[in-house]
């Protein structure tokens, strides 16, 4: 059995995140508050005055919440995130493998039987345009790339379809072998071994 446990730099940038919009928002908070105006007497102004006024401050209290509200929603997101991408983890045995993220819906599991082809690949920030999961649409394949270097690149039969993953372990050569697969599900293409 091969299992391998990381967290990935990257999320800790979402657990900052909210730290650095409380006071961006605080201060757009300032800049929404309609300026305090001295009280004058109701008889001297016309009556156009008054309902501009009261118009101001509507929709400095609608500005209120509309960015109360995006603070909440900025904080709430960005914290699911770093819940949900804080642990990347790799688990293969003879049974199957599962590897991605914490969240049930951010990784995947697959049995022996679904595995057409499995060998050690090379993980490109590159390919993918960043971190975390991408789909490579020259090599057509989907990535869970948590650091640029070693992986595993499998093919699978997921329901009726052929998918194509890389993701990125340790040592994906101890990985593929806890697999237990049979020799031509494990040979390296031509063009895989050329780049």
């Known amino acids: 059995m091969y299992t391998e446990s990381k967290t990935p730099w990257w999320s800790y940038l979402m657990l900052i995140t909210p730290v650095i919009l409380i006071p961006v928002g605080i201060q757009m908070l300032n800049k929404v508050e309609a300026p305090r105006v001295e009280e004058q007497v109701l008889d001297e102004q016309p009556v156009e005055v008054i309902a501009e006024e009261n118009q101001q401050e509507e929709l400095s209290g609608t500005g209120l919440v509309v960015v109360l509200a995006f603070i909440a929603l900025m904080v ?16 293969a045995s003879d049974l199957g493998i599962r590897f991605g993220y914490r969240s049930g819906l951010w990784s995947n599991r697959f049995t022996r039987q679904d595995i057409l082809q499995a060998y050690p690949s090379e993980c490109r920030i590159k390919e993918f345009g960043g971190l975390g999961i991408r789909y490579g649409f020259k090599t057509k394949r989907w990535g869970y790339i948590c650091w640029s270097g070693s992986g595993v690149h499998m093919e699978v039969m997921k329901g009726s379809k052929q998918k194509r ?12 072998a806890a697999l237990n697969l049979s020799a031509e599900k494990m040979l390296t293409p031509e063009s895989e071994r050329e780049e």
């Not at 995130?81 to 790799?90: D, G």
């Not at 993953?165 to 593929?176: K, L, M, N, R």
Request: glycine residues 8%; proline residues 4%; negative net charge.
């Open 76 to 91: 709430g997101g960005m914290s699911w995130i770093f819940l949900a991408t804080s642990k990347y983890s790799v688990e």
């Open 165 to 176: 993953y890389v993701f990125s372990c340790s040592d994906p050569v101890a990985c593929i």
